[in-house]
């Protein structure tokens, strides 16, 4: 049966009960379903579980297929389930010229499968794109990188009707690129030379006008790219340095969420310009600063990483980084939708500066925003005004998170790196419901659609449901 759900203005149409990408619908986390069960864990309600390699991408849900990408040793792969049994249809493998560095935290097989409900398309920080058709039959590939990226790529690629979105931030050398989703043709590619690392997944937004836009949360701003042409057409300012949440939007605002180190507020210094700093550090007259010559020990002890393009030395465009850096504060924002140019002034709403998560994307549910970070706290806040309604612990699940929370017949969904997924009552004054405990780690998002749970661990995926 064909359906269409309309979530902000972008008229997405697949089946009925569909998850087609990070997190669903327009990476919103929130499923339409309501008929759901409420007793579930491995064993109880469980229709079927498949034993897979790990890997932090989430599952994507199309017609009746399951897509996910996952490594084993050297090797990396996608793979088709069924999604009614769970049995594996074909497994893929794809290159893997190089094995970047990637922070503990991070996999060789972090973004998400994105589909048109027939086709797959993957991202692999070693490889780049490949494409599949429904049964397996690789249809284009697209090489990418190697990246300049300590931590290694995990943005999810993103479909907006025949053009592939691909953001590709690093150190130096970030772009931006859209390729036909039938061809593997580039059909543009914007350079993005102010934006350093980023992990954040576009979110696609239908203006005004009737063009869509896609909404890149980058280093220091979001900027609005015309789907089809990769025009900027709007941006907007004060975000942190980082970003590695995927915002969230509603019909008129988006919800941005950064949280990166020594950014905190209070942990601000001046830096003096870089003209300054070369007439009293610059000791060989070349206009950059290598190590021995910089007189900050702040500075150089983190010479590597401030380094941006692996010179062996600090140039113009690394010192500007580094002093965009030390000003900015983490928060989450909120900015109205839309306009021309530079709409920060405009646009902004409100920010919230306090307890931040610092990989999950935030949550917007029946007018709350829902904030969920290391130690299980969780946080809601009025999503009109930015006011905290409610801050507590999530008993029974401390520990790091990874995974996005998710909500679904009104009940959130949240699971900690331990593998122990709350289930909460949403509102004002949450409250946890139960826990239920899955005995090993969890970083994939879990994905609600058709009335069933699907959520992945280091080594399954789990499908719950009633069963009778």
């Not at 592939?164 to 039938?182: H, I, M, N, R, T």
Request: charged share 20%; proline share 7%.
């Amino acid at each position: 049966m064909r359906g269409c759900f309309l979530l902000a203005g972008l008229s997405v149409s697949l089946f009925a009960a569909d998850w087609p990408t990070f997190r669903g619908p327009n990476a919103s986390g929130v499923s339409p379903d309501t008929n759901l069960i409420e007793e579930f864990g491995p064993g109880k309600n469980q229709i079927w579980k498949t034993e897979l390699p790990p890997g932090h991408s989430s599952p994507v849900l199309v017609g009746n297929r399951i897509y996910l990408t996952a490594y084993a040793q050297d090797k990396l792969f996608t793979f088709a389930l069924d999604r009614a049994s769970g049995k594996v249809l074909w497994r893929r493998e794809a290159p893997r010229p190089r094995q970047e560095k990637l922070h503990k935290s991070n996999s060789p097989a972090s973004p998400s499968a994105a589909s048109d409900g027939r086709n797959v398309f993957v991202f692999f920080t070693d490889f780049g794109l490949l494409s599949y058709g429904p049964d397996g039959e690789e249809r284009w590939r697209v090489p990418l990188g190697p990246f300049n990226n300590p931590m290694g790529q995990a943005a999810t690629p993103v479909l907006s009707g025949n053009t592939l979105l691909v953001p590709c931030d690093q150190e130096s050398g970030s772009f931006y690129v859209a390729l036909d989703k039938d061809t593997g043709k580039v059909k543009w590619r914007v350079e993005r030379p102010d934006f350093t690392r980023g992990f954040s997944t576009p979110v696609l937004w239908k203006a005004p006008n009737g063009r869509m836009q896609a909404l890149q949360a980058g280093s220091y701003r979001l900027v609005a790219y015309d789907v089809e042409t990769g025009k900027e057409e709007w941006f907007v300012r004060g975000l942190t340095w980082q970003l590695k949440p995927t915002p969230v939007i509603d019909n008129e605002n988006i919800y941005v969420l950064g949280w990166a180190g020594e950014a905190d507020p209070g942990q601000q210094e001046q830096v003096p310009e870089f003209g300054e700093v070369l007439t009293n550090w610059d000791k060989n007259k070349d206009g950059k600063l290598q190590r021995d010559e910089i007189g900050n020990p702040k500075i150089v002890k983190g010479f590597d990483e401030l380094d941006l393009d692996r010179d062996g030395a600090m140039g113009p465009r690394d010192w500007q980084m580094y002093q965009a850096k030390r000003a900015v504060v983490n928060g989450v924002n909120a900015f109205k939708l839309g306009g021309s140019g530079d709409m920060t002034a405009a646009n902004t709403l409100w920010k919230y500066e306090k307890s931040l998560p610092n990989v999950p994307s935030p949550l917007l549910y029946q007018g709350v925003l829902y904030l969920c970070k290391e130690g299980g706290i969780l946080t809601a806040l009025d999503a009109k005004t930015g006011k905290v309604l409610k801050q507590g612990r999530i008993t029974g699940a401390p520990g790091a998170y990874f995974a996005s929370p998710i909500a679904a017949g009104n009940k959130i969904y949240t699971v900690s790196e331990e593998g122990k997924m709350a289930i909460i009552k949403p509102g004002a004054d949450w409250e946890v419901v139960k826990i239920v405990d899955f005995t090993e780690p969890v970083n994939a998002t879990p994905a609600i659609i058709g009335n069933r749970i699907y959520v992945r661990t280091h080594n399954a995926l789990y499908c719950f449901g009633k069963t009778s």
